[in-house]
């Protein structure tokens, strides 16, 4: 491997030097941004053929042979460290998070081709997703507070334990519960403490009131991506895109890994989750829908898909959405951008009970009251087990970290931006 490593290393090291010579990304002409590319896409094809072939030999060098579990932030920092050219440097990744969105090298790109590689691994790609459902350090540190107190304010999301029930609220206000990185961690946190405590059965998702003036003192489930971000540059690759789908969103699913008494039966402490839906579910707020064990919604609520309109991957959402709504429904609502309101017969592959606004605090009792039967956990294990078997879904996320990656810095995507950020002010 180390001839190819320090071919690796020489050849980032000239596309470096290319790259300085040039003018900053926004200032550069059409002729420039050609040369800039083609020597990014020279890197890009060496470093993926270096990973094809010692994806496994990396990821082992990183782990001490799996010996250690490494979030997605720390692997790829240590991976730019130990093998230069494999990965941007922190310094890289801090330069780029300080420009926007159009002005940046797209260096996230080769992030994507990092995790890619792992995941579609079948010796380190488990590996990682398993070591990406361990709580929080953050989680940890606040569990003694949150099991003496019972609630927390997180920043972005309010935590609450009533009786048997986490409830969960996004309160983001400010922007309609569209996610950021700072709310991706304060989600993961609040799941992480939901599992973790030990006199919670069940997990409550629902969106606060906001000070939008359209939607003064109204609930709000989820805008979905917040754009304004993504145009600012602050939405990353590796601390929201995947650190979602592979954090929190996973941890939904399979629960959160750590010891535990029972731990020859599950690796996980896993609980049943109900998501109340007002208003809207927009983006990723409706992908979230897709991993809830039960979901309620007011009668004028609607959810919606605009992946397409805006130009990314909608996260996980067209691995999951075919077997709820099948292929044709799936394809309206990703490609095409409908919207299914709460009260159409199709909303029913999504929402399990539609009511009046003012009756959904009594269904998410009523749901809470029915979730915590003894038999729950087991069955909704053995169900997302035959709906989502996990190597399926690490394959899905090994092309989704390289496909998103590249449509973050797609120029259609740096257009509809700032077109989305205006329609939605």
């Not at 590319?37 to 782990?63: C, E, I, W």
Request: charged share 30%; net charge neutral; with cysteine.
């Amino acid at each position: 491997m180390r001839p190819a490593s320090r071919t690796l290393a020489e050849a980032a090291s000239r596309a470096e030097e290319t790259l300085a010579e040039l003018p900053e990304p926004e200032r550069r002409t059409p002729p420039e941004r050609e040369l800039a590319g083609q020597a990014k896409n020279a890197v890009r094809a060496l470093r993926s053929r270096f990973l094809a072939a010692h994806a496994d030999t990396v990821y082992d060098r990183l782990t001490e042979g799996r010996t250690k579990e490494l979030r997605l932030p720390e692997l790829a920092y240590a991976a730019a460290a130990e093998f230069p050219g494999l990965a941007p440097t922190p310094e890289q990744i801090s330069a780029e998070r300080a420009r926007p969105q159009a002005a940046k090298e797209g260096r996230e790109i080769d992030q994507g081709i990092f995790f890619g590689a792992l995941l579609r691994s079948p010796l380190a790609g488990p590996h990682l997703v398993e070591a990406m459902l361990r709580p929080t350090r953050r989680a940890l540190d606040l569990l003694p507070r949150f099991e003496r107190t019972g609630e927390l304010d997180l920043g972005s999301v309010l935590l609450e334990r009533r009786d048997e029930a986490a409830h969960v609220t996004m309160c983001r206000d400010d922007c309609l519960n569209a996610e950021d990185d700072a709310q991706v961690e304060d989600m993961e946190t609040a799941v992480d403490l939901a599992l973790l405590h030990p006199d919670v059965r069940v997990g409550v998702l629902r969106g606060g009131p906001m000070s939008h003036p359209r939607y003064l003192n109204r609930r709000v489930f989820s805008a979905g991506i917040n754009l304004k971000s993504l145009q600012a540059g602050r939405i990353s690759l590796v601390d929201f895109l995947l650190r979602r789908e592979l954090g929190y969103i996973n941890k939904l699913v399979r629960g959160v890994r750590v010891d535990h008494d029972r731990s020859w039966l599950t690796r996980t402490v896993e609980k049943p989750w109900v998501a109340a839906v007002d208003t809207f579910a927009i983006g990723g707020g409706a992908q979230l829908l897709l991993v809830f064990d039960r979901v309620v919604a007011g009668e004028d609520a609607y959810l919606s898909l605009p992946a397409a309109q805006e130009g990314i991957v909608p996260g996980a959402a067209n691995f999951r959405l075919g077997r709820f709504a099948g292929g044709r429904t799936s394809r309206q609502l990703i490609l095409w951008g409908r919207r299914i309101r709460a009260t159409e017969p199709d909303a029913r592959l999504f929402i399990d009970e539609v009511a009046d606004p003012r009756e959904l605090d009594a269904l998410v009792e009523s749901s809470v009251e029915r979730l915590t039967g003894q038999a729950v956990v087991t069955n909704r294990r053995m169900l997302n087990l035959a709906e989502e078997p996990r190597d399926a879904f690490r394959a899905y996320m090994a092309e989704f970290a390289v496909q998103q990656a590249v449509r973050l810095y797609s120029e259609d995507v740096l257009g509809k931006v700032g077109r989305f950020t205006e329609a939605r002010a």
